[in-house]
């Protein structure tokens, strides 16, 4: 699929993965009809929604809608959406996140700003409260957490450009051949954490990740799975175990390992109690039996990995303090 608008082909493939949101997914498409760069296609790709019928595409050749008829997950969704792209850039929106209009201007000028860049960010603001911030890019701590940073904090224009570890999928734009290069999400994550999981592999492969201060959506945040309960944090468990296994060079991950147990640990006894303490030990038997298929996939990781393990940790954070901030 390649639309052709005006005399141009798309510069961009904007991906929605929609479940049981329609009325999410209207808003969404409704303010990427009205983005002043109009060099893209959008996809949106539902999981077998109750709601799909109710999803009202704009009039406008540039959108599409494939229906799949089971709920796959968000990894397995947008990788589906991304085949075939002939455009350079493979971008993901999350269906409750509302873009202003400059926004994908702003990422493909800050595409061509910086050429050695495979990875942008978008600024995130509580879609309630925009005057807060709901994530300014991924960060990826050497003792084997992840979180978006940035949450709650006061947002204040012109919002900060510069590095991050990975975007967040929420609002992200990845370099096609990269994506592909990289085997696009890992479809066993399902969802959470496949963002850092993508932006790890791609970082590996010795590329960088810039946030775009001027790349602005309104995002709900988990306005989908929030009401599922203990869902995210179950799966952001279990796909950490899987991230730091995977993605950690050797002998780094000698230190992140016992790292990531003490972590763990300190948790599970200050901040995890009763039923929330459940689900972590049930997300870390999960991921200690998926250890297998994980173990295979870290072979072919290591192999494309072109950055030096001084570069990685440079990326990471290594200071406790900062994960309790959230910064």
């Not at 949101?21 to 808003?27: D, E, F, K």
């Not at 201060?213 to 995002?219: F, L, P, S």
């Not at 995890?272 to 991921?287: E, I, K, Q, Y």
Request: glycine share 10%; with cysteine.
């Amino acid at each position: 699929m390649t639309l052709i608008h005006g005399n141009s082909a798309p510069a961009a493939r904007v991906i929605v993965v929609s479940y049981n949101s329609a009325v999410y997914v209207n808003r969404c498409l409704a303010a990427l009809a009205l983005q002043t760069e109009t060099r893209f296609e959008a996809v949106v790709v539902d999981n077998a929604s109750r709601d799909v019928d109710a999803i009202r595409l704009p009039e406008d050749p540039r959108f599409s809608l494939i229906r799949l008829a089971d709920n796959t997950g968000f990894a397995v969704a947008n990788n589906i959406g991304a085949r075939g792209a002939a455009a350079p850039w493979i971008v993901t929106l999350n269906p409750d996140a509302f873009a202003e209009p400059d926004w994908l201007r702003a990422l493909l000028d800050a595409a061509a700003a910086h050429p050695d860049v495979a990875m942008f960010g978008s600024t995130q603001l509580c879609a309630d409260d925009p005057s807060r911030l709901d994530g300014i890019g991924d960060r990826y701590a050497g003792f084997g957490l992840f979180w978006r940073g940035g949450v709650g904090r006061p947002a204040v224009r012109p919002h900060t450009d510069g590095e991050t570890f990975s975007p967040c999928a929420a609002a992200a734009m990845y370099r096609r051949d990269l994506f592909e290069a990289a085997g696009g999400f890992d479809e066993s994550f399902f969802c959470y954490g496949e963002d850092v999981d993508l932006g790890f592999r791609i970082r590996l492969m010795g590329a960088r990740c810039r946030q775009v201060g001027a790349a602005v959506v309104h995002h709900v945040g988990s306005g989908i799975t929030k009401e599922y309960g203990d869902f995210s944090l179950f799966h952001s468990v279990r796909n950490g175990v899987w991230i730091l296994v995977k993605n950690v060079p050797f002998p780094l991950i000698a230190v992140s390992g016992p790292l990531y147990v003490l972590a763990m640990s300190y948790l599970l006894l200050f901040r995890w109690r009763g039923a929330p303490a459940r689900t972590v030990w049930r997300g870390l038997r999960a991921a200690l039996s998926g250890l297998g298929g994980v173990l295979r996939r870290r072979r072919a990781v290591q192999a494309s990995r072109r950055i030096s393990q001084r570069e990685l940790m440079v990326a990471m954070t290594w200071d406790p303090r900062t994960v309790r901030r959230g910064d």
